[in-house]
């Protein structure tokens, strides 16, 4: 063939060749895509020639529909916001009063001011000093900056504690006698510091419940080394402020322990020590180590009790739930137990690698506490609060470390937690299928409401049906209680008794002694109060209005019982620490004298049904009064010379029977 000829034929036949391809020849070397056969909001995919719903909508491929993503458990908006859908999406919003990205909303949370009071003597002045500790006002603005700090990483950014600095000049010498006690040192600072500012004292009340929110006195101590018994140093409510004391040259200045100082202001603010014999939470919490550097942070139990954060209650079998890291979020999950005061929170704890938080070894996973609300602190035989151990395994006074949290491929992990009831062993939640996501962790939870075993109710007449058989009325002064039985003002009209106190205040109560205990074991005792104009007195920020409690010890129920309220269910655990005991439905405390009533019926007192796997130390018996001591004779800071706790209307959950506090 003539290669002309040869060149125009080859030509032609690729010229029909490629168009047959690009026709749909070829034996089936068809584009499935173009046309574009899927629906609107439909991806099309060439491989395997079919056609998918895009993210956000369900349907074959050929006709897709927007899903609604605000239907149950079909997104992750938090507690406290509500859920829009959108084309494709949906967005969350905290609700009206709340802050946060919609999965984490907390409550807008006031912005705070601390008060600190440098004290001078006439003989000795904060610059006199040369060592370690604070020898300036600048050395102690720092302090407080870092505080400020401190608190602002525990909160996530929800709310600031800021410091102003003033100076007190004492007119008198620093020696081991110059006060009679600490009650007497810290009322003379703070009222030195309330005619000091004037009117502006206002600003450290954030709260306005008439009480500055956290004082803090550093003693110019440092030049005279010695021991000053007016100077212990724990928190107390003195002369209406929250009060904590250190010198110059303490142990805590000297190591510039910003923890202990934030623990201080905990205190203040209301949270319980939960260190103690039957401590085992360690640095997951302030409140239980106070002393690390860099400081670590508040536990998701203290988070509750400042009312930062809103957990997601789970009352009912629950699949996919994922929570974040609890440095970076306001996030815990709540399990309700079988009774008001026992409930389960779980929270994500990722050690930082920097900063605080970061100190000690590192640690990754869920923390499950097991709480016990009706436990005053970790120094009781049923703890306030105690970490459940991933491996089984964490005896009481323990410290944690990483095995004890919950996370996949911790070869130590028990195949799941079971959550099983302080009122008589019943399980009554299970967390398991732990997984990693992109932003945290993700389990499962199965719910099993227990029910509450019979209890033997050691208390005579405990409905008052009877009048006041078995109890006896008794106050600090009688001139201003009155006591009443009332035959059909009780819950569901039945009989009950009621306490009234007024002109300088009460400390009075319906008290029943109870034979027969056994030492050391675990007892609760509850009963269900109401409460009408139940208002301080003496002193004008007594903490303690409504309780139940235990005569001669400092054991009392949690809830402050100030104000007007229905009935509600008051309660506290505790160890005898004899076979005898007194125990009492009160109006008004040690050191708490209010005016106001209350009505008190269905009062219980029962040996708790509890076992545990853990071995824990000898109980502590609880502190006792001294003898003769009267209710105003409370002069000690809260935990040193055993005062009672500074009670707060804890923000809480609220469960079946239970009322928010």
């Given amino acids: 063939m003539h290669a002309s000829i040869r060149s125009l ?61 605000c239907a149950p458990g079909k997104n992750s908006c938090g507690p406290h916001a509500t859920c829009s859908n959108t084309p494709g999406s949906y967005a969350c919003a905290c609700e009206a009063g709340y802050t946060g990205d919609g999965r984490d909303c907390h409550k807008a949370q006031l912005s705070l001011r601390g008060l600190c009071v440098v004290v001078d003597f006439q003989n000795s002045h904060l610059e006199d000093y040369t060592g370690s500790g604070y020898r300036s006002l600048g050395e102690i603005r720092s302090q407080l900056a870092e505080m400020s700090s401190h608190w602002r990483w525990m909160s996530v950014g929800s709310q600031e504690f800021g410091w102003d600095v003033i100076r007190v000049q004492l007119p008198r010498d620093l020696a081991p006698d110059a006060y009679a006690g600490s009650s007497d040192f810290r009322a003379d600072v703070v009222q030195r510091a309330r005619a000091q500012l004037g009117p502006d004292v206002a600003r450290y009340d954030g709260d306005g419940d008439r009480i500055l929110d956290a004082v803090w006195i550093i003693a110019a101590t440092g030049a005279r080394p010695g021991s000053y018994p007016f100077l212990s140093g724990g928190t107390s409510r003195t002369a209406s402020a929250a009060v904590f004391v250190d010198s110059q040259d303490s142990d805590s200045a000297k190591a510039r322990a910003t923890g202990n100082f934030n623990h201080e202001v905990g205190h203040c603010r209301g949270l319980a020590d939960v260190y103690g014999k039957y401590n085992t939470l360690d640095r997951l919490s302030l409140m239980a180590n106070s002393w690390a550097l860099p400081a670590v942070g508040f536990s998701a139990i203290d988070r509750l009790d400042l009312g930062w954060l809103a957990p997601r209650v789970i009352d009912k079998s629950t699949s996919g739930i994922t929570l ?164 059909a003002s009780g819950r569901n009209g039945s009989a009950c008794v009621s306490i009234s106190g007024f002109d300088h205040g009460a400390d009075a109560r319906w008290v029943q002694n109870v034979t027969g205990l056994e030492a050391g074991a675990p007892y609760e005792l509850r009963g269900w109060i109401k409460g009408d104009q139940i208002r301080p007195v003496d002193p004008p920020d007594a903490p303690i209005g409504a309780n139940v409690s235990i005569l001669e010890s400092w054991i009392h129920s949690r809830d402050a019982g100030m104000g007007s309220f229905d009935w509600r269910l008051f309660g506290l655990g505790f160890n005898p620490e004899s076979t005898n005991t007194s125990i009492a439905c009160r109006l008004g405390y040690y050191s708490s004298l209010v005016q106001g009533e209350a009505w008190c019926d269905d009062i219980a007192l029962f040996k708790m049904p509890w076992s545990s796997d853990r071995v824990p130390p000898n109980a502590a018996p609880p502190t006792r009064l001294p003898a003769g001591e009267s209710s105003s004779g409370c002069a000690g800071p809260v935990g040193d010379l055993g005062c009672p706790a500074i009670a707060v209307q804890r923000p809480s959950w609220v469960a079946p029977g239970r009322a928010a506090r």
Wanted: glycine share 12%.
């Fill in 9 to 69: 034929w080859l030509s032609a036949l690729a010229f029909a060749m490629l168009m047959v391809s690009s026709c749909g020849g070829g034996g089936g070397d068809t584009s499935y895509c173009s046309p574009n056969p899927c629906g609107a909001n439909a991806t099309c995919n060439e491989a395997s020639r079919s056609c998918t719903c895009n993210t956000g909508y369900q349907g074959s491929g050929a006709a897709c529909s927007d899903i609604d993503e």
């Fill in 324 to 487: 974040r890291p609890a440095d970076g979020h306001l996030e815990a999950v709540l399990v309700p137990g079988v009774q008001p005061f026992e409930y389960v929170l779980i929270e994500y704890r990722k050690k930082p690698d920097s900063g605080f938080g970061s100190s000690g070894s590192t640690y990754d996973g869920l923390a499950i506490y097991h709480v016990y609300d009706a436990s005053l602190s970790n120094g009781s035989l049923i703890p306030f609060e105690a970490l459940e151990p991933a491996d089984g395994v964490l005896p009481y006074g323990s410290t944690m470390d990483a095995a004890d949290l919950w996370y996949p491929g911790n070869a130590q992990m028990l195949d799941a937690f079971r959550g099983k009831s302080y009122y008589g062993g019943a399980e009554f939640v299970s967390v398991r299928n732990l997984a990693r996501t992109a932003d945290g962790i993700s389990f499962d939870v199965t719910y099993t409401p227990a029910t509450l075993p019979a209890f033997n109710n050691l208390l005579a007449n405990p409905g008052f049906e009877d009048g006041q058989a078995g109890w006896q009325s008794s106050a600090w002064a009688l001139d201003y209680a009155m006591f009443r039985w009332e035959p």
